[in-house]
């Protein structure tokens, strides 16, 4: 009951503030389009391609090229669905309608969660289906072996970014300090650190590159990675729920 | 009612509030007063839960905060009106309030109505006045149509417009039997609404007493007397039985409201009166001696370093006198 409450509050919350309209918009349209247009280059491009390119290409990933940027306004969602609460001194008046902590944090974030989801799961499957638009002759059909999974997969890589973000921002609660550090992380630090063979064991293992996965149906000639699609996703789950565990004691522990 | 007992809270090194312990009564205003960084808020953060107290307790109708059912419906509190997302309209901030203690949605329109918002409440909550934000915050207080009321010094910065509605606001509020505890650091304004009184200083209790009791003790009256012949007047008002309180090289104080007596006595004498005139010490002034040990934030009166000497004889001087 009380608990259904704060769903229905938190509901309000979301559904009132014009962050939440922008920020997933921009995940929908920059996850769609730059999909899109990595599609359709990398048609143009096939003929041009190697051998073992040609045989490892995947037709479906390459319809999810645009998260590794669209996943960044997912981020920014994420984070200010819970570190607007401290910037703008809010967090004061919702733990004084919602003493219980607990209830108050995982409230809010099921609901944030739950409109991921939904818009997660939208753009994925928009993403794939557009994409291999674009890929003309070379297109994967979601029938095909393995694509149902990476194309739901791509849906839940998003939700699970969200999450990742809101458990980030609620250990710092502050916007900037989280923006400031999830960002780079996951478009430069993560990316750098997969590309040099030394650091590229330690890091797979990181939640974007080990969630990723579930989203390849094809994989790379010579690849190695010790886990498969879900093995992948369940490290990206074992990152959120860790997340979420510090932004939960710090919430419990610290004065608001 | 409010009880607290023993409420200490340390940050760090400082001790904010130093084992407190009264009580606030509903039915009445009770004015919670004490200089800037006495401890108020931070102890109007601990009765809500929002700040964890390093030692004792705080309860509300002999409850723990957080063991309120729907806390709106029995504690309002308006601690600091910017405490809102600003991007969120006045309605939509009501309204998610309102959901998470189970409180209709009609009730976020009464409050609309009641502080005078209604016209605005689809508008975003940055675009308001101090004096729309802070009745915003009490429209929010006052959502779950709660019987106890707490507001941290509402009045600040609020035209004269604004400060009368709220003050008829809380004793309206205390006359429907409500508890409502005000925070505040002036005394003039204490003075016209509360009717017990509670001040704290650097976190300790310095009083906890009645309105009324207060005003008795402190509000001394006194005859101001300005005169050349110091010693002359002096011999007069020893004759007559006139006990002076303070003297200065010029200036005598003499206690009570004496100044037909002393006049005539002066002109019977033949003695030239400067100045002869009734005066007031204002509860203002009752209030800064009480906190005179305790104010943390002494101003210096702008004098440089160098001037320390100066100052220090300067207040020798003072202490004599
Ligand atoms: N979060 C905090 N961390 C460290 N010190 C704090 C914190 N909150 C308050 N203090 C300190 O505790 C003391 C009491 O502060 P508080 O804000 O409760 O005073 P106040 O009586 O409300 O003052 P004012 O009239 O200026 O509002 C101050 O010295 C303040 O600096
Ligand atoms: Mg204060």
């Given at each position: ?256 | ?88 309209s006045a309605y939509h901030h009501l309204l ?12 976020v329109h009464?409050?609309l ?8 409440a689809k ?199």
């Open positions: 009951m009380a608990m259904a409450q704060v769903v229905r509050s938190e509901w309000t919350k979301i559904r009132s503030v014009a962050s939440t309209v922008w920020t997933l918009s921009l995940a929908v349209v920059v996850t769609i389009a730059l999909g899109m247009l990595i599609s359709a280059l990398s048609k143009s491009e096939y003929d041009n391609m190697s051998a073992q390119d040609r045989l490892s290409f995947d037709p479906t990933f390459t319809s999810f090229a645009g998260t590794s940027l669209g996943q960044l306004a997912m981020i920014v969602f994420g984070v200010l669905v819970v570190a607007n609460e401290y910037s703008t001194g809010m967090i004061r008046t919702s733990l004084a309608a919602v003493p219980q902590r607990g209830a108050f944090l995982f409230g809010k974030i099921a609901v944030a969660t739950l409109l991921a989801l939904v818009v997660g799961m939208a753009t994925s499957f928009a993403a794939f289906f557009l994409g291999q638009a674009m890929l003309g002759d070379l297109k994967a059909s979601l029938g095909d072996p393995g694509v149902l999974r990476a194309v739901f997969g791509g849906g839940l890589y998003m939700t699970l970014i969200a999450m990742f973000s809101m458990g980030v921002a609620a250990m710092l609660r502050s916007p900037m300090l989280s923006l400031g550090i999830l960002m780079p992380f996951f478009f430069l630090i993560s990316s750098i650190l997969g590309a040099v063979d030394a650091t590229q064991k330690v890091g797979r293992f990181l939640p974007d590159q080990a969630g990723s996965k579930i989203m390849q149906v094809v994989p790379p000639v010579g690849d190695d990675t010790p886990y498969g699609p879900w093995g992948g996703l369940g490290i990206m789950v074992l990152w959120v729920v860790a997340a979420l565990i510090g932004g939960y004691v710090v919430l419990k522990r610290r004065d608001a | 009612m409010i009880e607290l007992e023993g409420l200490t809270k340390r940050y760090g090194e400082k001790v904010a509030v130093n084992n407190l312990t009264f009580a606030v009564r509903p039915g009445i205003i009770t004015g919670f007063l004490g200089p800037n960084g006495a401890g108020k808020s931070t102890t109007m953060r601990m009765v809500l839960g929002l700040d964890r107290p390093t030692a004792g307790d705080v309860r509300i109708d002999g409850k723990h905060y957080d063991e309120l059912k729907d806390p709106l419906k029995y504690i309002g509190a308006l601690l600091d009106a910017k405490a809102v997302h600003g991007g969120r998610c309030l309102a959901q998470a203690n189970g409180i209709p949605a009609k009730r009464e409050v109505d009641v502080v005078g918002l209604t016209a605005v508008k975003k909550a940055k675009g308001f006045s101090l004096g729309m934000g802070q009745r915003l915050g009490i429209a929010a207080a006052l959502l779950g149509d709660p019987r106890i009321l707490m507001f941290d010094e509402p009045v600040n910065g609020l035209d004269p417009e604004g400060i009368h509605w709220i003050r008829n606001l809380m004793k309206a509020l205390a006359a429907q039997g409500r508890t409502v505890f005000v925070s505040s650091h002036l005394m003039s304004e204490m003075a016209l609404t509360a009717d017990h009184l509670v001040v704290i200083g650097q976190g300790r209790l310095l009083a906890d007493t009645s309105m009324a009791d207060f005003i008795a003790q402190n509000s001394r009256s006194y005859v101001r007397v300005r005169t050349p012949q110091r010693e002359q007047l002096l011999d007069v008002l020893h004759e007559a039985g006139i006990t002076v309180a303070g003297s200065g090289s010029e200036v005598l104080e003499v206690e009570g409201d004496k100044s037909e007596r002393i006049g005539e006595l002066a002109a019977q004498h033949r003695i030239v009166l400067h100045e002869l005139s009734p005066q007031q010490a204002s509860l203002e002034e009752a209030f800064m001696r009480l906190t005179a040990e305790s104010v943390e934030y002494h101003a210096h009166g702008g004098q440089p370093a160098g001037q320390q000497g100066a100052q220090q004889e300067w207040g020798a001087e003072w202490r004599r006198g």
